[in-house]
């Protein structure tokens, strides 16, 4: 188990939330590896610091479904588990497509500002080429539709599953071809929104999510074969 070492003596709500940000970054970057096993004593000496914000931040990410605590052996990091996160991407697709649905069905008049503004970004602004960056705009990209759409249920359900597939979605990036990719995708999506052809746009949504967990199920296999070499 790698966990980087830090020095901080700010206030406990602070450090708690530092020390949570570590470890969520230190999973997210498979520094730490799905199944590790650690104690709070293991962290606490690492990042020299006492076990009671520790213990908040394992429970945070515990909350959050990055790790499980066994109270007779500690915390590991929670295995990955392909078929629960494939029904995630099955469930956004339902989300986005009837939110796609919603918008299509609207009048030329009634565009959401939003939607005027995703459309500037991707079809019209200079491309990123960070992956990182580009991974949050596509996040936004997707979570804008939903809202755009005027369900706030359903908005909250599909930001509850963003926040949940951000582990391994954000993988959809480190490769260059798939931030092209992600550009053109999105860019017809809206033009096919805006132009309101519904089977059109709900299609080629439908498509490039299925396209994104395909590509993030094969990248995170390689990656951990990597980190376990």
């Known amino acids: ?3 980087a070492n830090h020095h901080n003596k700010t206030r406990p709500e602070g450090l708690a939330e530092r020390i949570y940000l570590q470890l969520k970054d230190d999973i997210f970057e498979f520094r730490l590896l799905p199944g590790d096993r650690f ?8 990042m020299d610091v006492s076990r009671t914000p520790v213990r908040q931040a394992l429970f945070w990410l515990e909350r959050e479904g990055y790790v499980d605590v066994h109270f007779r052996s500690g915390w590991q990091v929670r295995p990955f588990d392909f078929a629960y996160f494939e029904e995630l991407y099955d469930l956004r697709i339902v989300l986005e497509r009837e ?7 609207r009048s030329v008049g009634e565009t959401p500002p939003t939607l005027t503004e995703l459309a500037a970004f991707w079809l019209h602004d200079p ?3 960070e992956g990182k ?7 936004q990209f997707h979570l804008t539709l939903v809202a755009a759409a005027g369900n706030g249920e359903m908005a909250r359900i599909h930001r509850d599953v963003t926040e949940k597939i951000r582990i391994i979605r954000r993988l959809d990036f480190t490769q260059g071809p798939r ?3 992600t550009y053109n995708e999105h ?3 809206l033009q096919a929104i805006l132009q309101h052809r519904t089977e059109e746009a709900q299609t080629l949504l439908a498509n490039h999510i ?3 967990k395909a590509e993030v199920r094969k990248i995170t296999l390689h990656m951990l074969h990597q980190a376990r070499r």
Request: with cysteine; net charge negative; charged share 25%.
């Open 133 to 139: 960056t580009v991974a949050l705009h596509d996040e």
């Open 99 to 105: 939110a796609v649905k919603r918008l299509c069905a």
């Open 210 to 212: 299925a396209v994104s």
């Open 127 to 129: 491309r990123l080429e």
């Open 179 to 181: 931030i092209e990719a």
């Open 187 to 189: 860019a017809a999506i």
């Open 39 to 46: 104690s709070e004593s293991d962290v606490a000496a690492r």
């Open 1 to 3: 188990m790698q966990i």
